[in-house]
């Protein structure tokens, strides 16, 4: 148990009374013992991501980013700034696809520890908090952590404490600044996704940004969750600071807002999609040679680890997994839309 971040809950409630599911969320995730104050993704952590699964989609993923360059007219230095930057492993795969290029890379955590661990890869710049300029702003499976807000039946889900000191939901009314948005329908109103989005529009001064999380489109994509030891967990409030809390966000909803900033929202798109617009396909096809030419070869442990990759890298496209992720392009005004991106489009 994170005894920091329990404490800060609890003195909040006591301050101001039942807080809302973001103030909880802020000082569960981001605040002093707070889950991301310490490195927490990766087969050793409670969760991975994509570039975990196989390095296929920081490659695949670099070739998007190449086009981006491209696009903005081949900027030097290229500042490309990752936020949720995690411990890494995307950060390096996108410097190898993207060696030729002249990039500047930041990275965003939270945490101290995640942050010594991103300065100790070469080429990376690890900051606290986004710089005020970038050119291109990857955000990826980081809207879906940042604080929001829970409506259910018309009322606010907020966090109290009970007699017994377990914290529990309590139900009160909406308020002005929920009323404010316009009437919520049931599930996550994220307001913290959308706070983001705000920024980008100051920060991308001409950019692009790319955001790639759960979520669905109309609609958030499912329940308030959490994740500990690779396993969900139900109970997000039973262990602040000691689980992960997310829920999808509603990606349409975000590339409103976005819209409303001055940016030009592309998509969303599926994970599946995008990943075969950008030659996933072709690079299987790829692999299945090599994979026979190693067999040609007498090379069978390499046939059977090829083939091994090849199976493992099916997960990042599975519609019922990973390849259910959502991509969301945003642009500045007037900047083209990359040849990947408008084959998804057209």
Request: charged share 25%.
């Amino acid at each position: 148990m994170s005894e920091e971040a329990r404490a800060a809950v609890e003195a909040a409630i006591r301050d101001h009374g039942p807080i809302t599911f973001a103030e909880f969320m802020e000082l569960a995730l981001y605040g002093p013992g707070g889950y991301y104050r310490r490195p927490r993704v990766g087969p050793d952590g409670d969760f991975v991501t994509s570039p975990h699964v196989h390095p296929v989609f920081g490659e695949l993923l670099g070739l998007a980013v190449r086009e981006l360059w491209s696009a903005l007219g081949r900027p030097d230095p290229f500042r490309l700034v990752e936020v949720g930057a995690g411990d890494g492993t995307l950060a390096r795969q996108l410097l190898a696809a993207t060696s030729a290029l002249p990039v500047r890379y930041v990275a965003v955590e939270v945490g101290e520890g995640a942050r010594d661990a991103l300065h100790a890869i070469d080429g990376v710049t690890a900051l606290a908090s986004p710089p005020e300029a970038a050119d291109l702003v990857l955000a990826h499976e980081l809207l879906d952590n940042l604080p929001f807000r829970v409506v259910r039946g018309g009322r606010e889900v907020r966090v109290a404490l009970a007699p017994d000191g377990t914290l529990v939901e309590e139900e009160v009314p909406l308020d002005e600044a929920l009323r404010a948005l316009g009437p919520p329908a049931d599930g996550v109103v994220p307001i913290g996704a959308l706070a983001f989005v705000d920024r980008l529009a100051d920060v991308l001064d001409p950019g692009y940004a790319l955001l790639i999380d759960y979520g669905g489109v109309g609609a958030p994509g499912g329940d308030v969750h959490g994740y500990r030891g690779h396993r969900v967990v139900e109970d997000v409030l039973a262990d602040p600071g000691e689980t992960d809390v997310t829920a999808g966000v509603d990606m349409a909803l975000v590339a409103e807002r976005a819209r409303g900033t001055g940016l030009e929202p592309h998509g969303p798109w599926t994970q599946h999609d995008a990943l075969m617009a950008l030659g996933f396909e072709r690079w299987t096809r790829v692999e299945l040679a090599r994979q026979h030419e190693l067999l040609d070869a007498r090379d069978g442990l390499g046939a059977v680890r090829a083939w091994s990759g090849r199976s493992r890298s099916t997960l990042l496209v599975d519609p019922g997994g990973l390849g259910r992720l959502r991509w969301l392009l945003l642009a500045s005004p007037g900047l083209p839309v990359p040849a990947w991106a408008a084959s998804l489009e057209g």
